[in-house]
């Protein structure tokens, strides 16, 4: 099995954090984006620099630049969607992204039914085989070593990656 990484949206100093126009709830937008597809129209609401990963203001959502999005393309990656987005008051463009790739998790819980720190791993047999998908009900993400290694050949910025087994 391969040993598998964690995306996670960077926090460089001055990234831009956008914010959507219309108000949202924000865990019923993680699994189905028909919303922000609907209402794509975001504003800056922190931050001056724009970097390949953008952050919602919410913690499951995000965006990413054209430049992103066209490494994804051009390397076959699989297990996501993207939508246009407006950004007002710039002309970059960037995409809403959806994360469509699925496994099923395995945990270790505790007698209160919480999940034990450092035992999340991936179901194995339901895994899509996606180069990038969330596991179970969580909004972890987690990527193949190929991902990986595009994303940090590539140089795409505002994005951090940590081990699987770290959950």
Do not use: H
Request: charged fraction near 30%.
């Amino acid at each position: 099995m391969e040993l598998l990484k964690t995306l996670i949206r960077g926090n460089k100093k001055g990234a831009v954090r956008i914010d959507a126009k219309v108000k949202y709830e924000i865990f019923g937008t993680f699994d189905d984006p028909s919303f922000f597809k609907e209402n794509n129209v975001f504003r800056v609401d922190q931050g001056r620099i724009f970097f390949d990963l953008v952050g919602l203001q919410d913690p499951w959502n995000f965006a990413v630049s054209e430049r992103f999005k066209k490494n994804l393309e051009e390397n076959n990656i699989t297990g996501w969607n993207c939508y246009p987005i407006i950004i007002e008051n710039t002309d970059l463009k960037y995409f809403g992204f959806q994360i469509t790739g699925r496994a099923g998790i395995i945990s270790d819980y505790d007698e209160d039914g919480d999940r034990i720190y450092g035992s999340i791993k991936v179901e194995q047999e339901t895994w899509d085989g996606s180069d990038i998908f969330c596991i179970g009900d969580t909004a972890i993400t987690v990527i193949t070593n190929k991902l990986y290694e595009l994303l940090v050949s590539s140089k795409i910025t505002n994005i951090e990656f940590d081990d699987l087994d770290k959950y």
